[in-house]
């Protein structure tokens, strides 16, 4: 199996904390759309005949697109992909993007699994990050999905916003569980360079919340979480039971997958491979038969560490068999060296053959992480 990521880089708005590829040059939008088929078309054997098990929009904002320029790309995508296998085909969108005449045209297309950026539910914060929607409004969206028959919806939050308070946490964690959503992804704020939040910051206009309150944070998510009867899968993302999310997995067990768009990645097993971060290079590359890309073969180390970054994320970990079988016993010996101290302070668990991060652990999964690391 394989799967598909299309990048939709249109917004309306740019949010203050974001620094995915996005543009607001809505003029662009059908000569992307052609040379996203055509880019399609151009790398049919990317993926070496792999049956296509995932399909995922992401972006930017992929619900900025109409229902005319979905079914060009899916069009283009059953022309040159088997589909048959695809279990899973998600569609990110935006609460205010979801009227009742966008969701019903959504119903008319083969998506099954939503993912709407919520972020929160507390006005002046969305109002400080620059969402376009109201808390009102993004629960009707999630109601108005529902009522079409959408039942795998997921919802994206941020936790250690300005000034957030373990109290409003717990109110916006309340809140998302009165959605009974299948799918909810917590993400902890980053300040990223060159966003305005980050210029604010900068500015001393608004405050990181403190170490102790993030890990109060995370420590109040975990528990409300599992109370609600999510599954804690990986670091930052809970599911009811049977709905994980198939595409992310994917990533976080070395599926191959193909990239398309502007400043998409691709992975096929023994290299990446990323477009460039530019709409209208990307465009006038494709309308000359051309792309515009760098690619990278990955040494032993690189994917070892990919290995080790993404499967410690994960609730499962990794078998130590299947470290030493890929990478061989040098590098096995490596880890569990390096393993020992943290396992005797209870922050991994070697349960026979696998290692995993415990529950203290995950607190402070980045610096296990990066200590299993080969530099």
């Given amino acids: ?67 005319n320029d979905f079914r060009r790309i899916f069009n283009k995508i059953e022309e040159v992909y088997d589909l048959d296998t695809c279990e899973e085909i998600t569609l990110e969108a935006n609460p205010d993007d979801l009227t009742d005449d966008y969701v019903k045209m959504l119903t008319t297309l083969p998506f099954n699994r939503i993912s709407m950026g919520i972020q929160t539910f507390h006005e002046p914060t969305l109002q400080l990050i620059g969402r376009r929607h109201t808390a009102q409004e993004a629960i009707e969206a999630v109601r108005r999905c529902q009522q079409h028959g959408f039942s795998n919806i997921s919802i994206d939050l941020i936790y250690g916003l300005p000034g957030e308070t373990p109290e409003q946490w717990k109110e916006d964690l309340q809140k998302a569980f009165s959605l009974e959503v299948q799918h909810i ?17 900068q500015n001393h206009e608004i ?66 491979e990323w477009n460039v971060s530019s709409l209208q290079k990307y465009i006038d590359a494709l309308e000359k038969g051309q792309r515009n890309y760098e690619q990278e073969t990955l040494d032993k180390d690189t994917r070892y560490n990919e290995f080790i970054m993404t499967r410690l994320r994960t609730c499962e970990g990794f078998s130590l068999n299947d470290l030493q079988q890929r990478f061989g016993q040098a590098y096995h ?37 990066s200590d299993l690391m080969k530099v």
């Fill in 207 to 272: 405050a990181e919340v403190d170490e102790d309150t993030s890990v109060e944070l995370f420590r109040i998510l975990c528990q409300e979480m599992h109370k609600a009867g999510y599954e804690h899968y990986e670091i930052s993302n809970f599911a009811l039971p049977s709905f994980r999310s198939r595409h992310n997995s994917a990533y976080w067990h070395e599926v191959p997958y193909l990239g398309c768009g502007p400043g998409a990645h691709s992975f096929d097993g023994d290299s990446r």
């Fill in 333 to 369: 010996n490596y880890c569990q060296h390096l393993a020992a101290p943290f396992l005797k302070q209870g922050l991994l668990l070697q349960d026979e053959d696998t290692l995993r991060l415990s529950r203290e652990g995950i607190f402070v999964s980045d610096d296990i992480i």
């Fill in 1 to 67: 199996m394989a799967g598909i990521y299309i990048h939709v880089p249109f917004c309306k708005t740019r949010c203050a904390y974001c620094d995915f590829f996005s543009t607001t040059l809505h003029d662009l939008k059908s000569r992307y759309v052609d040379a996203l088929c055509e880019e399609l078309a151009m790398r049919r054997n990317y993926l070496h005949d792999a049956s296509i098990g995932t399909l995922y929009f992401g972006g930017g904002t992929p619900s900025q697109l109409s229902g």
């Fill in 185 to 201: 992804s917590a993400y902890h704020l980053t300040y990223e360079r060159g966003t305005r939040l980050w210029q604010m910051l």
